[in-house]
């Protein structure tokens, strides 16, 4: 079975901060691994996502993640938090073989609240 | 493309009525997926469908029914509706994976259910 945890359910950084939103898997084969953000009363947004090849990801709005194997660790990080980064991060794994139905399972996520 | 809809947007039923969550996609895309939200719990599958005529269970099916008659809709239905089944729910697709699998999967913004 997968799961992921995301350590700490409440971030605050100043603006113009380094963000780091930590996130921890297990699963027993390749996981596929994804950073979605929600902002207030929408849907998810993928941010980024790791599946093979180079380790370290960018995505949209200058985030970035590394996938580091012998940590099980998929941390999110820019360098220079915004106002507009305010929002919710959730962190999800996928198992990288064919177990059907594909689902993702998500950490509990992280809510990110960036002060002036 | 509108990607993928959710309606309605907010709803409030009262404990024992039923009601059918609409999604839609217009990305032609064959998996589909449900996902309820609960404050600081991540989202967690409830059911997701891999074609037209296909459906599965997910982690929490109770109370829940499902059907897929056409690639484009996945219709989520409750009976019975009990206070424990207050949250948000997202419906999700993706494309099956053709090539290089990617897995990722985009979202509706979600319709915010309340039993009282």
């Known amino acids: 079975a997968q799961s992921v945890t995301q350590l700490g359910s409440h971030v605050s950084v100043s603006e113009g901060a380094l963000v780091l939103l930590r996130c921890n898997y297990s699963?027993?084969?390749?996981?596929?691994l994804f950073w979605y953000v929600q902002y207030p009363n929408q849907g998810l947004q993928l941010l980024l996502k790791?599946?093979?090849?180079?380790?370290l990801v960018k995505g949209i709005n200058g985030f970035e993640a590394e996938f580091k194997k012998s940590e099980t660790s998929f941390h999110l990080t820019k360098p220079s938090a915004h106002m507009s980064d305010a929002a919710e991060y959730f962190c999800?794994?996928?198992?990288?073989?064919?177990?059907?139905?594909?689902?993702?399972?998500f950490g509990s996520g992280t809510r990110l609240q960036v002060q002036p | 493309n509108a990607g993928v809809t959710q309606t309605p947007k907010f709803r409030i039923l009262k404990i024992g009525q039923s009601m059918t969550l609409q999604c839609t996609q217009d990305?032609?895309?064959?998996?589909m997926y449900w996902y309820r939200q609960d404050p600081g719990m991540g989202l967690k599958l409830i059911y997701y469908?891999?074609?037209?005529?296909?459906?599965d269970k997910g982690e929490v099916p109770n109370g829940y029914n499902v059907s897929r008659s056409t690639t484009e809709d996945f219709p989520l239905r409750l009976e019975l509706a009990a206070p424990s089944q207050t949250s948000v729910y997202f419906c999700?697709?993706?494309?099956?994976?053709?090539?290089?699998?990617?897995?990722?999967?985009?979202f509706g913004p979600g319709t915010r259910l309340t039993v009282t």
């Open positions: 999700a697709s993706r494309h099956r994976d053709r090539g290089p699998p990617r897995y990722e999967q985009y």
């Open positions: 699963s027993s084969v390749p996981p596929y």
């Open positions: 790791y599946t093979t090849g180079a380790t």
């Open positions: 999800a794994v996928s198992q990288g073989v064919d177990t059907g139905r594909r689902a993702l399972t």
């Open positions: 990305m032609n895309h064959n998996y």
């Open positions: 469908s891999v074609g037209a005529g296909i459906t």
